[in-house]
């Protein structure tokens, strides 16, 4: 098995109750799930705390200085690249203006409205959780 890519990606959340919306960005067109939808983040550079990563990546691609205000359960998943290690935190906007930087485009969405975009296989459960924690409804099983 090759090593774990360790990943941390925050949530951005602007809101309360049936205003709540998250931060979501696409990824570029060319390269490793190009085009797809995901939660602002990157790999996790030596010496740094996923905290940091997450704090660095937001600024590197959007421009934009957040804090993290709390964690989720890691996930990790297997694609034909190798092992990818998701660790996912709920954050807040501190300063600076949207821009895309490293991405192709952002959008400001209701929990419930995720589902509507493609994001990685290894985020699904992801989306799900966030969802729920933000008092969406659950997809029913057809």
């Known amino acids: 098995m090759s090593d774990v890519i360790c990943v941390a990606i925050g949530v951005l959340v602007d809101g309360e109750g049936d205003d709540v919306r998250v931060l979501i960005a696409k990824r570029p067109e060319s390269g490793v799930l190009a085009g797809y939808w995901e939660f602002p983040g990157g790999k996790l550079e030596k010496d740094e705390t996923l905290e940091d990563c997450v704090v660095r990546e937001f600024a590197e691609e959007l421009g934009v200085r957040v804090s993290v205000t709390g964690c989720l359960k890691a996930v990790r998943h297997e694609y034909d690249y190798g092992v990818v290690e998701l660790n996912p935190f709920y954050c807040r906007w501190e300063s600076g203006e949207l821009e895309n930087l490293a991405v192709v485009d952002h959008r400001w969405v209701k929990p419930n409205d ?29």
């Open 114 to 142: 995720l589902r509507r975009y493609q994001f990685p296989e290894a985020n699904i459960s992801l989306v799900e959780r966030v969802i729920i924690d933000l008092g969406g409804k659950v997809a029913l099983a057809s």
